[in-house]
């Protein structure tokens, strides 16, 4: 893989992530690993008590992602990217009136588009299958134990999606990250 990233590799990792999902009560191998493997980690963590265990469950994986998301983008360029994107802007605000000039800029601007994409896509090679993974194993978990709500209202999967929300905004703060 070049270090930009490589869009067959995402898609293949993509197509094998959506396999999983698909087939998950089908093929029942994927299953039971999932669940031999999160039932006495995660799950220990969940009936000890389910909404401090879903709050550590969420930031370590929330720690997982910003890590891999560090570690497996090119910072530095991503960086340069970015501070070129805003230099261009910039410049097409002074130039607004001159439409010639406008275009000009907005295909430098959008020469960017691709390069930025593969290099901030790449993380989703390590992280969709254990993704995908802890995301059937948490519905498998979740339908067993019945309709939970955290804080009155909240299905698992809102929990979910609000606390890595948060996580990830403070841990990106925290190590920098593009």
Not at 83 to 105: G, N
Not at 129 to 148: Q, T
């Amino acid at each position: 893989m070049n270090k930009e990233g490589s869009f067959k590799g995402i898609f293949i990792v993509m197509l094998i992530a959506l396999m999983i999902a698909f087939f998950w009560e089908s093929i029942s191998w994927i299953r039971n690993a999932a669940h031999a493997v999160l039932d006495p980690t995660a799950g220990t963590l969940l009936n000890w008590n389910l909404t401090l265990g879903m709050t550590v469950i969420i930031l370590l994986i929330a720690v997982i992602m910003t890590l891999v998301q560090k570690y497996a983008t090119d910072q530095k360029t991503l960086r340069e990217m970015k501070k070129e994107q805003k230099e261009l802007q910039e410049e097409m605000k002074k130039v607004r009136a001159h439409p010639e000039k406008m275009m000009e800029l907005q295909k430098k601007q959008f020469a960017f588009l691709p390069k930025m994409m593969k290099l901030s896509m790449r993380p989703i090679i390590y992280t969709s299958i254990p993704l995908i993974l802890f995301f059937r194993w948490f519905m498998d978990f979740f339908s067993a134990i019945g309709d939970v709500r955290f804080f009155g209202f909240l299905s698992w999967f809102w929990f979910y999606l609000l606390g890595s929300i948060i996580f990830s905004a403070v841990l990106r703060k925290i190590f920098k990250i593009v």
